[in-house]
């Protein structure tokens, strides 16, 4: 490089210059070391990064994006080409000695050959082009552009992360440049997955080298890593287990990768997962040997909960290898993680076999641990997908490309069931953070024009958020120990959690234990402590899997086009009678943004036949109350923003400009996830009608072997979630809370044509949907809207049965027959007295229970006015139904039970109906009460204050060997 110092002569004032002799590219050992010596310039690449790879065809250049030091930039200043818009050969020289390329089987930095790609001047010369693009200082909103392939207009490609941004300006690389090489030698050039970087030569003293490489990029990342937000010793990640990757404490080192992927095939097949939400704390889940029928070792017991517990990471990991084995490139559309802080399962506290009983996971899972912050660390999670990757890539060397989702700003970990007082989430809403008066010179308090004081924000730290939510769990808690009662809080915050790991909601919290309901920072809040969403946390996804925010990448035939969630959300979920303040799920507010649409923009401009977008926020999506089997509308002015069922979880900004491509089919595919309920939707018709601009569109299922016509307009798909049990509605059954499958999708292709769309589910036991859960998740919200649940009546005429178990019409199950037999259990102290019997259905809405004992009998044994039960309904096998063919009728649907006298409700509804009459006859009331003590038979229904929240109290003094300490 031009005006260089040498380091390895003796005086140090002396200078050496590149030049374009042939010799300086040799590989003479005398020429080597010199060149070894030489200070080297500082540069990192930016495209391609670890998770946007380049794709190319063998015949094709390969265009990389870098940035660089005032070094770099003066030597080409110093070099230009006769035409000035490239360097001249004394950079190419440069590139040719620092950039390497190596098959991804040999990826050790420290070892790559010192051989260039080249192998003469004259060839580098004429197969390496370096154009000048851009001071990172002067781009306008970090968008960044590369020169276009044939030399017209430049191409709007990307926006780097504003974080990374500045990063690299405080490391003094600020000049972009684009390197272009041309008919790449040998094995360069052959179909497989490679890894490029800039190497610099290390030296072990002023005037000595040691032979070694390293690439600069790794220092700057792992700079920012050890410095994380809060701080922490890296842990390292083996994901070799299926089920659960194994951490340690020892030292993890983040290394920068930089892809290529060259294959010879027409277009890609490309593999779709989202939402795969990895959380650490699941493994924790599943050592619980809780049940929510526990006992004696004689007695009856349910399933150990933690057998039963879904978790993310074998899901996916699952998902990642059927997807490895089958297509090209696999696309991620966000959540990679729930939130940044989360249970480091290698801690003492866990690892040391500390962990012998639910009341020590429960002490660990309590929320006022987050300020342990060895226990609770930052960015474990990501780690746990960092190592995921770096296993796809060198398992199946095939590539990955990904784009951010709203749960990778997410910050602490909530809740297995979370819940929020309204008066609390208002607060949240809108009154965040800490607020001080604004005072006048003398001290007094000043008002506003209306009278109020005037405040002025203060942001919360993290320590001081977790500490006031303590206070408050600690106040909840009390609230809870002196009226036994817990529903103190106003609505679920997320009803939807416990489904998640394939749990209902009694299980769940019984798993999870007391801190269940907790919320430590509000999703509501626009600004301050306690909002969840914080863009830094960011950070960590843009530093080490890509640095850009949203992109377009290019293979043959295909346009990919990337749009980031940004740094913002609308997410408000309390609700209050008629009024609400917001919907469920979050829309993106700055998606898509002007810069977004122009990347949008430069891919349809190179006008390929198969232009794919990509984005976490839905274009289309109907909400889950919505059955597939409806017509759907989307409005799609930017002036009206009325946003919809049938598109939940969009984005907000430009929507007809993105609109107008999908109808206009320039658009032939949009990968997207954030519902976690899998569909393909496509328009049917489209209208205009006086500026009113809608498009009605149906949906479908994703189903294996979905082949369809090019005719077919674009295809919006929706993956459903890989890692979490996915929701489903196909005709309105189970009240709308259906659940499937986790799963990815994919897209197959014949030559040039679409040849298949399909759907990948996983081989974990685990992940199957459970009817028990779906059941539960209808039964209860049934009972929350309609004041009678999925079982609507439980009654029996008789002392000894038969019983009558009427199912409510709303559930839309009438035509299936799900319950093949009812046990009920009957606690006497810890045992268990079980009376099962003979079910069979006698219409389209009831069976009949048969008891093989007398339950009168069973209840004098008891000899309790109000003993504890529970009632386990035995599912049968139902796949022979469309909607229900993807359930595990394996376990039973268990929850606890009110038994309740017939006699005693009809003498308690006579009494009262005599207490509030003006006037009755006493010896006419007696002679009916009489009558009525003559009542037989019983009504079973699930208990009203603990059929949904275990009484955790009772578990822990029963069971105190499984339970205590609480």
């Excluded at 070894?36 to 390969?62: M, T």
């Excluded at 796809?392 to 490309?401: N, Q």
């Excluded at 430009?654 to 609109?659: E, G, I, K, T």
């Excluded at 008789?798 to 093949?820: R, V, W, Y």
Aim: charged fraction near 25%; charge should be negative; proline fraction near 4%.
């Amino acid at each position: 490089m031009a005006q260089e110092q040498n380091r390895y002569v003796k005086n140090k004032d002396k200078k050496a210059q590149f030049s374009s002799n042939n010799e300086l590219l040799g590989s003479d050992s005398k020429i080597k070391k010199y060149i070894f010596s030489l200070k080297q310039a500082n540069v990192s690449i930016l495209s391609p990064s670890f998770l946007c790879p380049a794709l190319k065809k063998p015949d094709e250049e390969l265009r990389i994006i870098i940035l660089a030091d005032k070094l770099f930039f003066n030597t080409y200043s110093n070099s230009e080409g006769k035409d000035k818009t490239k360097a001249g050969p004394a950079l190419s020289g440069v590139v040719n000695r620092y950039l390497k390329i190596s098959p991804w089987s040999n990826i050790d930095k420290s070892s790559h050959a010192s051989t260039p790609i080249f192998s003469s001047n004259s060839e580098a010369i004429e197969n390496i082009e370096v154009h000048y693009l851009w001071n990172i200082n002067d781009i306008n909103n970090n968008t960044i552009i590369r020169k276009n392939s044939d030399k017209s207009e430049d191409v709007v490609y990307a926006q780097i992360h504003s974080s990374v941004s500045q990063m690299y300006k405080n490391e003094n690389l600020i000049y972009g440049f684009e390197i272009i090489l041309k008919n790449l030698p040998g094995n360069y050039n052959n179909e497989g997955l490679f890894n490029i970087s800039w190497v610099n030569y290390k030296l072990n003293n002023e005037d000595k080298e040691d032979g070694l490489f390293f690439e600069l990029q790794d220092q700057y990342i792992n700079k920012f890593n050890k410095n994380y937000r809060i701080g922490y010793k890296s842990l390292s990640c083996d994901v070799s287990n299926h089920r659960n990757p194994e951490f340690s404490d020892n030292e993890t080192v983040i290394e920068s990768y930089h892809p290529v992927f060259i294959s010879n095939k027409e277009l890609l097949d490309i593999g779709h997962l989202s939402d795969v939400h990895v959380s650490s704390r699941q493994h924790l889940f599943s050592k619980s040997k809780a049940k929510l029928i526990d006992g004696e070792a004689e007695s009856f017991t349910s399933e150990e909960i933690g057998q039963l517990v879904n978790t993310s990471y074998a899901t996916l990991k699952d998902l990642m290898t059927q997807m490895g084995s089958d297509v090209d490139l696999l696309i991620f559309t966000g959540d990679l993680i729930d939130y940044n802080r989360n249970l480091n399962t290698n801690n003492s506290k866990i690892s040391d076999g500390n962990i012998v009983k639910s009341s020590e996971i429960w002490k660990i899972l309590n929320l006022d641990n987050l300020n342990n912050k060895e226990l609770y660390p930052v960015g474990i999670d990501n780690l746990v997908m960092y190592e995921l990757f770096k296993w796809y890539y060198s398992e199946f060397k095939k590539p990955i490309m990904l784009v951010s989702g709203n749960h990778e700003a997410y910050t602490l970990p909530y809740g297995i069931s979370p819940r929020v007082k309204l008066s609390r989430s208002l607060k949240n809403t809108f009154f965040p953070g800490k607020h001080i008066y604004v005072c006048d010179p003398d001290g007094n308090i000043t008002y506003d024009d209306e009278g109020f004081p005037v405040t002025k924000h203060v942001k919360l730290s993290e320590d001081e958020v977790i500490e006031k939510s303590t206070n408050e769990a600690a106040a909840d808690l009390d609230e809870i120990n002196k009226n036994q009662d817990p529903d103190i809080y106003f609505d679920r915050a997320n009803e939807g959690i416990p489904a998640d790991h394939n749990l209902t909601i009694s299980e769940a919290i019984l798993m999870y234990g007391p801190d269940y309901a907790r919320v430590v920072m509000a999703a509501a809040s626009d600004e301050g402590g306690e909002r969840n969403f914080k863009p830094e946390n960011l950070d960590w996804f843009y530093h080490i899997f890509t640095p850009l925010s949203s992109f377009v990448s290019f293979y043959n035939e295909q346009s990919f086009i990337n749009l980031g969630w940004g740094d913002n959300e609308k997410f408000i979920g309390i609700k209050q009678g008629s009024w609400s303040l917001g919907g469920f799920l979050p829309r993106s507010t700055e998606s898509v943004s002007d810069e977004q649409l122009a990347i949008l923009k430069s891919g349809l401009n190179e006008k390929k036949s198969c232009n794919i977008l990509c984005s976490h926020f839905t274009y289309a999506n109907y909400n889950t109350p919505h059955p597939f089997s409806e017509a759907g509308e989307i409005n799609y002015n930017d002036f009206i923003s009325t946003l919809g069922n049938h598109d939940y979880g969009t984005f907000e900004n430009n929507r007809y400009s993105v609109y107008k491509e999908i109808i206009d089919e320039n658009i032939q595919y949009t990968l997207s996830g954030h519902s976690h309920r899998s569909g393909l939707y496509q328009k049917t018709d489209n209208s205009n009608f006086l500026g009113r601009k809608n498009i009605t569109i149906n949906a479908k299922n994703v189903d294996e072997n979905n082949q369809f016509s090019p005719g077919n307009g674009c295809r919006m798909l929706v993956a459903a979630c890989g890692g979490p049990i996915a929701v489903q509605n196909h005709q309105n059954e189970l009240y709308n809370w259906g659940l499937d499958y986790p799963s990815g999708n994919f897209i197959k292709f014949s030559g040039s044509n679409e040849h298949t769309i399909g759907i990948k589910i996983p081989n974990v036991k685990q992940s199957q949907p459970r009817l028990a859960v779906a059941l539960d998740y209808a039964d209860i919200f049934l009972r929350d809207k309609e004041k009678s649940g999925l079982v609507d009546l439980f009654i029996s005429k008789l002392d000894d049965g038969p019983f009558t178990i009427k199912i409510n019409q709303k559930a839309n199950i009438s035509d299936i027959n799900f319950i093949e037999t009812v046990s009920i259990h009957f606690y006497k102290d810890s045992k268990v007295l079980t009376t099962s019997g003979i079910t069979k259905k006698i219409n389209n809405h009831e069976y009949l229970f048969t008891p093989n004992d007398d339950i009168e009998d069973t209840l004098k044994k008891l000899n309790m006015k109000k003993p504890v039960t529970f009632i386990s309904i035995k599912c049968k096998n139902i796949n022979y139904h469309s909607s229900f063919r993807t359930y595990n009728t394996n376990t039973s649907w268990t929850y606890p039970l009110e038994f309740k006298s017939r006699k005693d409700v009809e003498i308690k509804k006579y009494e009262e109906a005599l207490e509030m009459a003006d006037y009755y006859d006493p010896y006419v009331a007696q002679e009916n009460i009489k009558n009525l003590e003559k009542i037989e038979g019983y009504i079973i229904a699930r208990h009203r204050k603990h059929g949904e929240v275990p009484n955790i109290r009772w578990y822990s003094e029963t069971f105190s060997n499984e339970y205590s300490d609480v």
